[in-house]
């Protein structure tokens, strides 16, 4: 399984940004995938899931109502719409996928990574 994300960037504060994550390979319809992020100095952290039968969504607390996931079953492609960016939102944000249904908000528990997207929000 190989995932790739792009939509990256530099935005000033309040501005945003849709990352993209493309999933290819063996893939399956019981997948769930994340996005998490990893700003300097921090451990990787969950930002948001969807799962991709039922496509329900979860969201990490501080990015409630700011962000919003989706997918596209036919282009096997997730998506992270990211409104009124704030500089702490500034991170590599990296996309992953777990072949099971049960959702996870470990990172340690995805066994799939893409090579991650820089983030910068400026203020």
């Known amino acids: 399984v190989q995932l790739v994300e792009s939509g990256g960037g530099l935005v000033q504060a309040g501005g945003s940004l849709r990352l993209s994550c493309t999933v290819s390979?063996?893939?399956?319809?019981?997948?769930?995938v994340g996005w998490f992020r990893q700003a300097p100095g921090k451990q990787r952290e969950f930002v948001s899931i969807i799962t991709w039968i039922g496509g329900n969504t979860y969201y990490r607390d501080s990015v409630k109502g700011r962000f919003t996931i989706s997918r596209d079953n036919a282009e096997n492609t997730v998506y992270l719409q990211m409104n009124s960016l704030k500089p702490e939102d500034t991170a590599v944000y990296y996309c992953?996928?777990?072949?099971?249904?049960?959702?996870?908000?470990?990172?340690?528990?995805?066994?799939?990574w893409g090579q991650g997207t820089l983030v910068t929000v400026s203020s």
């Open positions: 992953a996928a777990r072949p099971f249904t049960v959702v996870h908000y470990s990172p340690g528990q995805y066994n799939y």
């Open positions: 390979g063996r893939t399956h319809d019981r997948y769930v």
